[in-house]
């Protein structure tokens, strides 16, 4: 889709990054500033596409679209496919109709189906019906597949070949769809009734001698399913390196192919999500200085709302042995230590295993191994920490102190490891976020079961 | 790499993730029982090296040699080839001199680094002394950059056009290199200088009519310098969907190219990192069930550690303010309430604008943007929470306690979520990992600060 060619090099625009820094300080300055708007015009439209998406993501939404409609036509398709879709669904509310249309049809179909799901219900239709028939079928198509299917992320515009094909004719048929095919590096082979029978790319078919029948080079072929989950989907493109992998449907019948770009969107998205919900927070889905404030403040509290109506466990309990905390008011010096260190061990397996499940390094019938690793670091590492705790606390505070505060880390380390790591297994089998499900459990139930573990060694330890 | 063909589709070994997960499974349980080793020969032969791997990132390492040594030659470089580093690493140790050389000359140089540097410096120069002539070159000229450098993980084995050739004379270079590039499908474009000039991909070539100078369908260039962060260019190159990135030297002169595959692999890694570190502990860098426990032990006890030292900042703060606890121990009830919120606050605001530095989306000259909005946030957070608060304690508790409690919500959470926000921003100017830097910073200071906070109030509120 990149159209513009290169008049030559020129210094201005070396990708040294100081240069690029410069250029979009500059544009942002100019924003800032009482606007000359054809000088501003002037600059941003000799930059590369690449760099005008930098400037915008870190735009408001009211200058975005002041800039972007500063933008040269073709340069304005360019900069529109690189952008976020929640950021390409805000443009679209601030462009003129005509302009959006265009732009629409201009669109790969998945992207476009990426952009409908950002759009309100009456502005998706209305688009969908401008579309020329052959892409609305097209669009229709990937429209039909479950939301978080890699089925509506993958392209349904490639180029097959048949295996019987010489490497000559194959190079041909490339040949031929070189302007609208997704990708013409990977080609998906089927046979007659349209089924994946191999896979071959342009480079083995242009290393082959010119009969060579397509079979001969063709490889074995790794496929996904478009009702997949597009994360596992994108994360095996990703593993077994590969520049596409077919998509196809329950009858092993070619549907689509997913590039490797896309699998990294799909992969860089899915990242962004699980660690936000691993620091507590809801994905923002859009770049950080273009969300509102308002938008940072929905993400965030909830999950703190929900964490703190959890906390509020921890002060039932700590009621519950009120009498035991006037008697011995020395022991309250410890609950944020105690607390913090639970909730820290907890969420070290927590994160270990959910970050193995993402990858598919650990799959639910793991849980019993998990379980018992878990149990085990768990406990080599309240012994560690219980040692020491003890040493330092009795030297302080005397040995019966010490003592609780040593036996504590251990149980309450083993019970957290064990605890967090099996959370996310557990998420996982009741088809919950291991992520979003982990969190606030841990925190909650950590918490409380820690000071019972507390509470409960100084009981027995001191006599009271 | 991959010489295999394909005799024909196999209903065995069709790609649905049910047959996969059998077919795992039954190795895996092969190497469980008493082992029948020619059967279990048989099945791994015939297994494609993608599912090998999955069982091998299973195993213990002992199992894991064992297994590795009944794979066929051509399969086993495959499988080594797709392996982590640190795996590959590992096998070293197991296998004979002889198959290790083989193994070792058959790497691309890039990959051959990233072994390099997980093997005792003895292996590694042994290895390398065994090494044909040219293949030391290539290899000893990445090994000159710095680590973490974009320069350890480009590939020299490249085919540059140069702008004067035709179309047609740029097809013949590229299909003389079919078999030693490690891409054809992007082509750098330098002058007589080596100077990068564009960037030419396979399809405009083949597009173009066969006169057609290069430089009049090539683009402008993205690069990156040899020296640049690894993941920062890795990220550039995902993030303008490249199949392939030219990498240069200070005078722009043409060094190598970072190709998507090895940027993904660049982002999973540093991705995993990130959730590592933001989950409080050292990443594993192997697969979680083929890391021993004592790995897993490892890879947090430091930060248990750090974070439990850092905590008993709280236990001295608790001390100060002991009479005040002895007074009114109804205090001593919200501190795990209190405390996890501004934890959870801050790390909220941390994660975020982690993900956003990751991202290039927040560069540390917008310090005082962030300082601002995240104050803001963090205000609108306490506001929220503090009314709630004060609603439900005043109730229970009396005004008192609860405008004490409503109160230190509201000053706590701005006060976390600006720390928060700004902690990973302070982190990277100093040159440290954002991730690895913000979390016990935080933590320490925001309970220390919090429980500060929270007296002060308490104390003003109630008179004490």
Redesign the interface.
């Known amino acids: 889709m ?1 159209a ?3 008049p ?2 020129s210094d201005r ?5 100081t240069d690029r ?1 410069a250029v979009t300080r500059a544009v942002e300055e100019a924003m800032d500033d009482d606007l000359d708007l054809p000088e501003l015009t002037t600059l941003v439209r000799s930059l ?1 596409a ?1 760099w005008v ?2 400037v915008l ?2 735009l408001s939404s009211k200058r975005r679209a002041v800039l972007y409609r500063l933008l040269g036509k073709d340069q304005a398709l360019e900069v529109f496919e ?1 952008l976020d879709p929640t950021l390409q669904g805000d443009l679209v509310g601030a462009l003129q109709d005509d302009d959006v249309a265009a732009l629409f049809a201009d669109l790969d179909p998945d992207d476009r189906v990426e952009l409908l799901d950002e759009l309100p219900a009456k502005v998706a239709r209305r688009l969908l019906q401008g579309l020329p028939p052959q892409e609305r079928d097209l669009t229709a198509g990937i429209l039909g597949y479950p939301q978080r299917s890699i089925g509506r992320r993958m392209s349904p515009e490639y180029v097959a070949v048949r295996p019987e094909m010489t490497s000559a004719e194959a190079l041909r048929r ?2 031929a769809h ?2 609208d095919a997704e990708t ?2 990977t080609m998906p082979v089927v046979d007659d009734q349209r ?1 994946l ?2 896979i071959v790319s ?2 083995d078919l ?2 082959a001698p010119v009969g060579t029948p397509v079979g ?10 478009a009702t ?1 989950d597009a994360e596992e989907a994108a994360r095996r493109c ?4 590969l ?1 596409a992998l077919p998509v196809v449907d329950n009858e ?1 019948r070619l549907v689509g192919i997913l590039t ?2 896309d ?3 799909i ?2 998205s899915a ?2 999500e ?3 919900r ?4 809801e994905p ?1 889905r859009r ?4 969300a509102p ?1 308002s938008t ?2 929905r ?3 909830v ?3 929900v ?2 109506v959890g ?2 466990l ?2 039932q309990v ?2 519950v042995f ?1 009498a035991t ?2 008697q011995v ?2 022991l ?6 105690l ?3 639970g ?3 907890g ?2 397996a ?7 499940l993402a ?5 639910p019938r ?1 849980l019993g ?1 998990v379980l018992f ?1 878990e149990f ?2 768990g406990l ?2 309240g012994v ?2 219980g040692v ?2 003890f040493a330092v606390t009795g030297l302080i505070y005397g040995r019966d102190i010490g003592l609780v505060i040593g036996l504590t880390f251990v149980s309450l ?1 083993a019970m957290a490891a064990t605890v967090g790591g099996v959370m996310p297994l557990l998420a996982r089998v009741v088809r919950a976020d291991p992520a979003v499900f982990s969190n606030p459990f841990i ?1 909650t139930f950590v ?1 409380a079961a820690g ?1 019972l573990i507390y509470f409960g060694i100084a009981k027995a330890v001191l006599g009271i």
């Not at 691993?278 to 927070?281: F, L, R, T, V």
């Not at 309250?332 to 230590?337: E, I, K, S, T």
């Not at 927590?350 to 193995?356: E, N």
Request: hydrophobic share 45%; charged share 25%.
């Open positions: 990149r513009m060619t290169m030559g090099t625009f070396t990708s040294d990054g820094d590369p690449g998406v930098e993501d870190r690189m490339v040949s070189l302007d013409v590096y089924v029978v191999g342009l480079r242009m290393r001969e080079v063709m490889q074995r072929p790794d496929e996904v399913r997949d990703a593993d077994l390196k520049l092993h490797v770009d699998a990294l969107a992969l860089e990242d962004s699980d660690q936000a691993i620091g507590g927070a923002l770049p950080y200085l273009a404030v940072l403040v993400s965030r509290v999950w703190l709302l964490l703190a906390a509020t921890t002060v700590l009621e009120e905390l006037e008011v020395t309250a010096l410890f609950v944020p230590l607390i913090g260190t909730g820290n061990t969420n070290q927590a994160t270990t295993v959910t970050r193995a990858l598919g390094d650990v799959v793991d191994k690793r085990r670091v080599s590492l560690l920490l020491l705790a380390c925190s918490d000071l």
